[in-house]
């Protein structure tokens, strides 16, 4: 493991790190987390076990375990990475073993909104650039300055223009997307709306 | 942009705020928790010194780390048991409802909140779990959240949401016989693929859906996820509201009258506009079974595995993938594959109408010699219902073993897993890689009624030469 995990916080605007391919399209959070790990009342210990059945089978040839990559912090995947189960748990491994970003074709959305919570910037890039840059990490390494208010990715020699979900680039940029207070700010307008549905209302019997 | 669907008007009613990056601020009318994705979220609103904003608008249930084989306390498993005393405890601390075992009401949390009345038109319903979507059978707009998110609802019932556009998947005429929701479920993912709902909100409508049951509609809308889509809905109708009269939590007398009418008003206008509309012929599908490892990889009873150059190019990498992982050769029959382990249960089909369909296959027969075959009922109250009319008889005389409620193998975090590379035919919803508990046991999707003629055949069989 490397050195001590520390959560992010607050406005996040630029991050700098090595790349780590990780080839495949529908990789789903159980293969990210297998559910056994769940069992956990906190997520301080899952960074260990990110990916832990698929890189068993590979006895140690996983991406996650070559020595080489051992200080990636920005993940590279291919197509609908982190379908399935809604379970947070898989980013917050994921940030325990040192992701910082993650770069994909695409993203399936539970994953996405779970990235954002807990302030993993998710990208996107067409699929041809993905490739250029998984064929590149394979040989080499590729160190990329990530830019997030003009989306933008920089290696040595060549740059990429993410493409990132407006609203979320705001809220990384604001430091918003750590939500709750933001949300609290609207207290009244909560209590508000709870007032006027009309559910609340005929619901009198509710538990 | 779709306008005047069922989900741009739900939306619009639950809509507090534009937030300040773009995104809106989504009020949440129904919050359900269970023991795996809450624990973190309290520690949180505990670290942030924050309250429950509405403990009335959450209920929480236990039911991915239950045993179901023997469900005294303390459980055998000690992290299994301090998960539930946990949420014990933060249930008891933020004064939340709390169906334990043996309450009575304690079950997967999709078959619970619809049998108590819980789940209504016109919610907006969240929970720490993807088939949340589930809920959308009943024309509310529902979808599975993570930890932080179930924390921000727990503080401030509401979360920031990026509207979704909406796809309507007509279906017509109806399904033929031995032919089920799982089946149709199954259809749509493998022909819009897993990824297609991404960005989208699924609305199932058509002849063919307003025909099913509410449990049916509920299989339906709870892949939904599978296909990427993380919410799934269905206008209600007079079935809907048959279904959640004189349920437990259900409003009563005048306020059923009041509920009644603005239910009725809640549906998408016949001019509504959709962002993609998808149609096809729900009389055309014919029992189904997955072969790989995504739900979208999946053929009819008598189809092959696909050929890799029949498929389009973005499925190559995967089918490749499920071939080795699956061990099967491409072209080969899914008929007959045999079986070592048969599954019915789950929040996709582990119902009451489930367990009767597949009662009616198992009856006077026998599971095969080879096979080991369990039920789980989805919930407490599904369980009562099928001993009342001896469903569990028909189930424990065939050779199937008769389990207490929870999500066991669908998931299993409990102890019902797969062994080595067992291949399972199992009524649930995932067959991804290791998902049903061993890193290389096989998961084949299918019906609960499927799963019933491979357990007496000991391979996968087609219902419909048992029902006739």
Known sequence: MKSEFTPPIGKISNMNGQ????????????????ARFLKCVNFDSLGESVFEDDRKTLKGKHPFDLEENKNASILVVNSNFGCGSSREHAPQALMRWGIKAIIGESFADIFYSNCIAIGIPCFTLPKKSIEEIQNYCDNQFLFLEIDLKNSLAKSKDSNFNLEIKESSRKMFLTGEWD??????????????????????????NFL | MSQDTLFDKVWDLHKVSSLPGGSDQIFIGLHLIHEVTSPQAFGALKDKKLKVKFPDRTVATVDHIVPTDNQSRPFKDTLAEQMIETLEKNCLEHKIKFFNIGSGNQGIVHVVAPELGLTQPGMTIACGDSHTSTHGAFGSIAFGIGTSQVRDVLATQTLPMNKLKVRQIWCDNKLSKGVYAKDLVLNIINKLGVKAGVGFAYEFAGPAIHGLSMEERMTICNM???????????????????????????????????????????????????????????????????????????????????????????DKLVAKEAYEYMSFKPGQLIKDTPVDVCFIGSCTNGRISDLRVAAKVLRGKKVSKNVKAFAVPGSEKVATEAKQEGIDQIFKDSGFQWREPGCSMCLAMNPDKLIGNQVSASSSNRNFKGRQGSPSGRTLLMSPAMVAAAAINGKVSDVREFIN
Request: proline share 7%; with cysteine; hydrophobic share 30%.
């Open chain 1, 19 to 34: 790349c780590i391919s990780l080839i495949g399209n529908d990789i789903d959070t159980d293969r990210i987390i297998p």
């Open chain 1, 179 to 204: 939500a709750t207070s933001t949300l609290l700010d609207n207290k009244n307008l909560i209590e508000n709306k709870f007032n006027q549905l009309p559910y609340i209302k005929f619901n009198t």
């Open chain 2, 224 to 314: 939904s996820i599978e296909g990427g889509a993380r919410c799934g809905y269905i206008n209600p109708d007079e079935k809907t509201f048959s279904y959640i009269k004189n349920k437990l939590c259900a409003p009563k007398n005048e306020n059923w009258d009041k509920a009644l009418r603005w239910w009725k008003s809640l549906k998408s206008d016949e001019n509504s506009i959709y962002d993609d509309v998808i149609k096809l012929d729900a009389s055309k599908v014919e029992p189904t079974v997955t072969w790989g490892i995504t739900p979208g990889q999946s053929i009819s009873i008598n189809e092959q595995i696909p050929l890799l150059d029949d498929l389009p190019p973005n």
